[in-house]
């Protein structure tokens, strides 16, 4: 089964980039429809993006973000722009084995253990 292990986190100003990277092991990215949840403190975890297993479609929940995988480094990554305090939260990594896309939290197979994401005002 396929580890998924995220990173570049940490406290961002408003309006700030950040780009987040979910690195794997075990499997290819490109056998799993890949993608980003995440989870702000007492609300559900939810869709953020996400990049369909032939990576021929990507999916978002906010025009801000854009997600890319690359094959050889067998790395996602998610570009996060203009950042705001409402995007506080801890990011997922997620990779889902069964279907060819995914944008619901029961599609999903693996997840990382997660990024923290903090944007100051």
């Known amino acids: 089964q396929v580890q998924l292990v995220e990173s570049g986190g940490g406290l961002v100003q408003h309006g700030d980039s950040l780009r987040l990277s979910c690195a794997a092991s075990?499997?290819?990215?490109?056998?799993?429809?890949m993608g980003w949840f995440r989870q702000a403190p007492g609300k559900e975890r939810q869709f953020v993006a996400s990049?369909?297993?032939?990576?021929d479609n990507t999916y978002y929940e906010d025009s801000r973000f854009t997600i890319s995988r690359d094959n050889v480094k067998n790395t996602v990554y998610l570009q996060m722009n203009l950042l705001k305090p409402e995007d506080t939260a801890v990011y997922y990594c997620?990779?889902?084995?069964?279907?060819?896309?995914?944008?619901?939290?029961?599609?999903?197979?693996?997840w990382g253990q997660g990024t923290q994401v903090t944007v100051s005002s």
């Open positions: 990049i369909s297993r032939g990576g």
């Open positions: 997620a990779a889902g084995a069964t279907g060819y896309y995914m944008r619901r939290r029961y599609e999903v197979d693996y």
């Open positions: 075990g499997g290819s990215v490109s056998n799993y429809a």
